[in-house]
């Protein structure tokens, strides 16, 4: 059969769709909206083979609309344009309008957006876009504020082994054998929460077995698939294996290891963009106030890839890359803020202090709203000690200042400032 077996088990219901019951599950929100009939422009968002051009398709199967696809890595403006003229020319009274699916919509252009934003809003065509980046990021605002976000999640262990008995007892070729998932370690662990991934490897490991009595061991599937992997897979669990070694290399200061992952991720066609995003929080998170330039850095990295593309956008990357692996770390920034919710979620609202708050009507001044306040800089140094915090939690420390060039300078200001509390 040509048919792979993830196309040919790809549920045509809502009742055998599984997994994000959050969205389709009884009374979700989603579930909700497809019963009743009308069905806005929405938007997709989740990690690859969770279930998104399923839902989509079986939006339109369920409301009996007709159903245009196209692909934002093979489509241009023309071909939306097409689209939308067959739409309008299907348009009839009673006829309901036409569903246009847009998968990977992130890597459509402002342009290609743009053509888009007429037919939606005079209801031409209704748009279901999916996408595995933030479409905050990458969905221009006009086209994102008249679609409803959906978050697909990566699917659980139990959904996962569902899909398997579905698999083994519903399709055509796999229903003929007995088979028996005797481990589900490393079929799991290869699928990293993927649909598509997960019947992707049952068909690799049931392929070929001269017995119709079929056992999966996790030496079974660990075997056929070191025969089998390809070097990248954008898509799959070396897609994520990569990017963290890329992460953790940089985090580590190796720029020769921090490049080189950078280059298997470029030849293995990652989007330039995603690369950039992740250095932009990295710069944050890992390098953050030891070297306070590296977010400037990473920010015009992220904004001259935009600009740039491929091939050239590999040396801006490459610069950004080898910057933050050699620049200091410090990861304050990131648990000051960690642990200032955690102390919010521990202590719950508490009241701000009178003299830091606002205070525009008479009546908040007379009841002491910004009394005794000390405007800092009517002192020597711009600074004056008055407490911030609520009381219940001034003594507490939030940001630790660590040990490199950068912060200790830092400190010592504090101390100047704040005497014993730093």
Known sequence: MNQPLAERLRPKTLDDYIGQE?????????????????????????????????LARIIANTLDRPF???????????????????????????????????????????????????AVEDGTITLIGATTENPSFEVISPLLSRCQVYILEHLDKAALLKIIKQAAKKDTVLKEKKITLREDSAILRYSGGDARKLLNVLELVTLGEDSDNIVITDKKVTDKLQKNLSIYDKKGEMHYDIISAFIKSIRGGDPDAA?????????????????????????????????????????????????IGMPEARIILSECTIYLATSPKSNSAYEAIDNAIALVKQTGDLPVPLHIRNAPTKLMKEIGYGKDYK????????????????????????YQPQNNAAELKILERLKKWWGNRF
């Open 259 to 307: 490049v080189y992952w950078l280059a298997r991720m470029l030849e293995g066609g990652e989007e330039i963009k995603f690369i950039a995003r992740r250095l932009l929080i990295l710069a944050a998170e890992d390098v953050g106030l030891a070297n306070p330039n590296a977010l400037l850095m990473a920010q015009n990295t992220f904004d001259a890839v935009h600009k």
């Open 375 to 398: 405007y800092a800089h009517a002192y020597d140094g711009n600074f004056v000690e008055q407490d911030f915090l609520p009381k219940e939690i001034k003594n507490n420390r939030i």
């Open 68 to 118: 245009y696809t196209l692909s934002a890595i093979n489509s241009g403006v023309k071909d939306i344009r097409d689209v939308i003229d067959k739409a309008k020319k299907q348009q009839f009274f009673s006829r309901p309008n036409p569903i246009l699916f847009i998968d990977e919509i992130h890597r459509f252009s402002k342009s290609q957006q743009d053509s888009l934003l007429g």
């Open 22 to 54: 959050h969205l389709v599950g009884k009374n979700a929100v989603l579930r909700k909206l497809i019963d009743s009939g009308k069905i806005t422009s929405l938007i997709l968002w989740g990690p690859p083979g969770v279930g998104k051009t399923t």
